[in-house]
């Protein structure tokens, strides 16, 4: 009984200085998704863009705090239970864009090569770039277009995620 009392003590405890500690996860909205002129431009723009929300659901966009660990518990405690009082600050949108620079068909024998280049930009701030090449039967054309585009995607949102985290 008196060992349940100390568990449940302490994690009442943590769940009062928790609070302190935690960062607030911005909103990221993609304001453009864009593919170069062509002519399946509009189904390939709809496509990135849902692999684009899938990455960006997953991805961890707000920065981890580390707890100051010369502070003492009391202050601490303290501290959780003025910002319980007072509502933290929401985090400020993050608008982000992607544009497909490069998506390039071309066959060799019986293999089929897809080329994609990517660029992704958060809204008046850094851009970054991400290219791949992928490879497979002529036959599984979608497949490949779909594993292309979800590569492309993932590694745009981890570097722009990046970025935000060190904001």
């Known amino acids: 009984m008196k060992r349940r009392l100390v568990s449940l003590a302490f994690v009442a405890a943590l769940t009062l200085v928790v609070p302190v500690f935690a ?18 431009s509009a189904r390939l723009a709809k496509l990135l863009g849902k692999q684009l929300s899938t ?14 660990s010369a502070t003492p518990a009391l202050t601490r405690t ?18 982000l864009s992607a ?6 068909w071309s066959q060799a024998s019986d ?12 809204a ?7 290219k791949i090449r992928l490879s497979g039967k002529p036959n599984e054309r979608s497949k490949l277009e779909k594993d292309a ?3 492309v995607a993932e590694g745009l949102v ?10």
């Open 23 to 40: 960062a607030p996860t911005p909103r990221v909205t993609w304001s453009e998704v864009a593919v170069r002129e062509g002519d399946d």
């Open 55 to 68: 990455a960006t659901r997953r991805a961890e966009w707000k920065a981890k705090r580390k707890p100051p």
């Open 78 to 95: 303290a501290n959780a239970e003025a910002s319980a009082k007072s509502p933290s600050k929401p985090a400020a949108p993050v608008p």
């Open 99 to 104: 544009k497909v620079l490069r998506f390039d």
């Open 111 to 122: 293999v089929v090569h897809l080329d994609v280049a990517a660029l992704g930009r958060i």
């Open 124 to 130: 008046r701030g850094p851009t970054v770039r991400t």
């Open 149 to 151: 585009l979800r590569l």
């Open 158 to 167: 981890a570097r722009l995620a990046e970025i935000v985290r060190r904001r």
